[in-house]
């Protein structure tokens, strides 16, 4: 499903404009960032699942093509832990 196949569906169940939709996946997902973007962010969504930001360590790797070994750089990685009810839905 695209972002424009969402907000069309959300704007036929809630019975508003694709606009009002739009502008409200708009919020949602940047509320999400904002609050991931904090020293310990965490977004729980009871029911549906909790998105956590963790810290991936620097390693080193392997290119691929050329089995060269290449240092990968430290990074925040964003996790999805479903809920017990997308869990059984699904």
């Known amino acids: 499903m695209t972002k424009a196949e969402l907000v069309e569906k959300m704007a036929k169940d809630a019975g508003i404009s694709k606009a009002a939709a739009a502008k409200a996946l708009n919020s949602f997902t940047g509320s999400v960032t904002k609050a991931l973007k904090k020293k310990d962010g ?3 969504l009871v029911g549906f699942g909790t998105f956590v930001k963790n810290r991936r360590k620097a390693r ?4 691929p093509q050329t089995g060269e070994k290449i240092k990968i750089k430290a990074a925040n990685v964003v996790k999805f ?4 009810k997308l869990k059984d839905a699904i």
């Open 81 to 84: 832990r479903p809920g017990k």
């Open 42 to 44: 965490k977004v729980t």
């Open 60 to 63: 080193t790797g392997r290119n």
